[in-house]
């Protein structure tokens, strides 16, 4: 088991800038892919961006490929998510996942028995 612990997020103009934080504690000693999914009220779960065990391969979703930056540091079992040239369109609910696999793909947040944290909101006005 991994419990995932959110930090982060709020309110922000567009152009702004938000970092997310990821605690991981439980299994962290396995090797495990870290990611982050959104969720807008009413719509279906979007896949933001994910990294693996040793920091080497990150995925992202299109729209935010060269604003967002997914790091992790396993030394703090953390991964980090700087959002940077926000837009009205990343206002989310933001999660975060964690699988019990060392490579990707499939990214976290995808398998049954991956992990998730509580989730926390970022707003982006006009």
């Known amino acids: 088991q991994i419990q995932l612990v959110q930090s982060g997020g709020g309110l922000v103009q567009a152009g702004g800038s938000l970092r997310l934080s990821c605690a991981a504690s439980?299994?962290?000693?396995?090797?495990?892919?870290m990611g982050w999914i959104r969720q807008v009220l009413g719509k279906e779960r979007e896949f933001v961006a994910a990294v693996s065990w040793t920091g080497a391969t990150a995925y992202y979703e299109d729209s935010v490929k060269g604003r967002f930056t997914i790091t992790r540091d396993n030394a703090e079992d953390t991964v980090y998510l700087q959002m940077n040239s926000l837009n009205p369109e990343d206002t989310a609910v933001y999660y975060c996942?964690?699988?019990?696999?060392?490579?990707?793909?499939?990214?976290?947040?995808?398998?049954?028995?991956?992990?998730w944290g509580q989730g926390t909101q970022v707003t982006v006005s006009e």
């Open positions: 439980g299994r962290t000693v396995s090797p495990y892919t």
């Open positions: 996942a964690a699988a019990l696999r060392p490579t990707m793909p499939p990214c976290p947040g995808i398998g049954a028995d991956d992990f």
